[in-house]
Nanobody, 117 residues
């Protein structure tokens, strides 16, 4: 499984960005895809996840109400729409995929998000 993330960049406070992550191979309904982030000097933290059937989404408290995760089954892609961005959202964002069948977690390369004040 390979994951290719894109969409990061530099944005001003209050702005928006949309991250995308394309997964190779097959994704089944019991799989999950999500996003984590690592800010400078901090541990990696959970941001959001979605199960591939689309019946469940989870968000960290810090992004709930501002970020939206969605999946595109046809493109095998998960998107993270980030609105009302704040300087504390500055981080490298990583997508991941949990394979329910293989009980494995796969990670993509990071994409940098920088929010300037």
């Amino acid at each position: 499984v390979q994951l290719q993330a894109s969409g990061g960049g530099l944005v001003q406070v209050g702005g928006s960005l949309r991250l995308s992550c394309v997964a190779s191979g097959r994704t089944s309904d019991n799989d999950e895809m999500g996003w984590f982030r690592r800010a400078p000097g901090k541990e990696r933290e959970f941001v959001a996840r979605i199960n591939w059937s689309g019946s469940r989404t989870d968000y960290s408290h810090s992004v709930k109400g501002r970020f939206t995760i969605a999946r595109d089954r046809a493109e095998n892609t998960v998107h993270l729409q980030m609105n009302s961005l704040q300087p504390e959202d500055t981080a490298v964002y990583y997508c991941n995929k949990f394979s329910a069948e293989l009980r494995e977690v796969y990670w993509g390369q990071g994409t940098q998000v920088t929010v300037s004040s």
